[in-house]
């Protein structure tokens, strides 16, 4: 037998993100204030004597229409290994197994994350003795999102994302988080963005917000939850908006959409309750919810979890 290790990687809300402005090769400079929770995939990594990687799915994956996730190259989870080998020198290979609960294409940085655990766990299994600031840029020629999810816990980031500052951690709370099923274009988000007028667009305050985290203050950080962002996916997906109006109704007043959407999720302080407290997906609180969400003709996913 090979060696074997296992690594779970968290996925994130934006509490805030702005756009300051735009690189000549097309990259957006951001200011984000990055959150990590406790909703996770699971990793693990056996070494084998063919090299070479080779990912495949657990059969205990909760995300639904998972079968066409590529498992090659076009997989961050297989460049992030195959960068680790490649850098280290490694003859041998590894098998990743991935169980997947994070949904994909929401704003969580599902596949980003995924990517830091797996530079993370081949360089654990292989010994490489890697340094955070090593696997760091190996992770950033990866996605922008990969320092952070390397990193984890509150953090601002900046430049274009792989440029960090770890915060105080966000005081104890719980998030509720609603995946809708319909899907959102980054690229055409994006691209609905840059042909706004500047004057229009409303700025969140991160500095704000960074504050309030020093401060220790949950209500400072959630009287500033803001994304640049929502407005242009809101307008052509006009059920998020929806979806924060019922949460609102059932008493979570801190509401935002994270990334460039769909995912939409509210803050509650840790023990709060709204009539029944979120604590599971039979809960009466969570059925009214989807309830709601039925009568829109919505269907979405409903996660609970505290920060990480």
């Known amino acids: 037998m090979g060696r074997k290790t296992e690594k779970k990687a968290y996925a994130k809300v934006n509490l805030g993100l702005d756009i300051i402005g735009r690189r000549e090769d097309g ?42 996730m590529p498992l090659d190259d076009r997989n961050l989870i297989v460049r992030g290994a195959k960068a680790v ?28 994350t995924d990517c830091a655990a797996a530079l993370r766990g081949v360089a654990e299994l292989f010994e490489t003795g890697s340094t955070p600031e090593e696997l760091a840029e190996l992770g950033v020629r990866l996605g922008a999102d990969v ?30 988080i609603i995946k ?10 994006y691209t609905a963005y840059d042909s706004q007028d500047p004057a229009e667009v409303e700025h969140p305050d991160i500095d ?54 769909p995912t939409v999720f509210g803050i509650l ?3 709060e309750e709204t009539g029944e407290s979120p604590a599971g997906e039979a809960d009466p609180w969570i059925t009214e919810l989807q309830e709601r969400l039925a009568g829109d003709g919505i269907s979405a996913m409903i996660f609970v979890t505290g920060r990480d």
């Open 180 to 189: 809708p099923s319909f899907g959102v274009s980054t690229k055409d988000v």
């Open 85 to 112: 080998i490649e850098k280290y020198g490694i003859a041998a290979g590894v098998t990743i197994t991935l169980e997947k609960h994070i949904p994909m294409a929401a704003g969580m940085a599902g596949g980003s």
């Open 269 to 271: 302080p840790k023990g």
């Open 147 to 176: 320092p952070y999810c390397l990193m984890g816990g509150t953090a601002l980031a900046e430049g274009i994302g792989e440029k960090l500052t770890r915060l105080p951690d966000l005081p104890e709370c719980e998030f509720v």
């Open 208 to 261: 704000g917000m960074v504050s309030a985290l020093k401060e220790g203050s949950l209500t400072g950080v959630t009287a500033r939850l803001g994304n640049v962002l929502e407005p242009v996916t809101v307008a052509r997906h006009p059920k998020i908006r929806r979806i924060e109006e019922h949460l609102r109704e059932l008493g979570i007043m801190s509401t935002i959409m994270t990334g460039s959407g």
């Open 27 to 68: 990259y957006h400079l951001v200011r984000m204030v990055m959150q990590q929770i406790g909703l996770y995939d699971v990793l693990t990594f056996e070494e084998t004597e063919a090299p070479g990687v080779r990912l495949c799915l657990a059969e205990d994956c909760t995300i639904p229409d998972i079968s066409d």
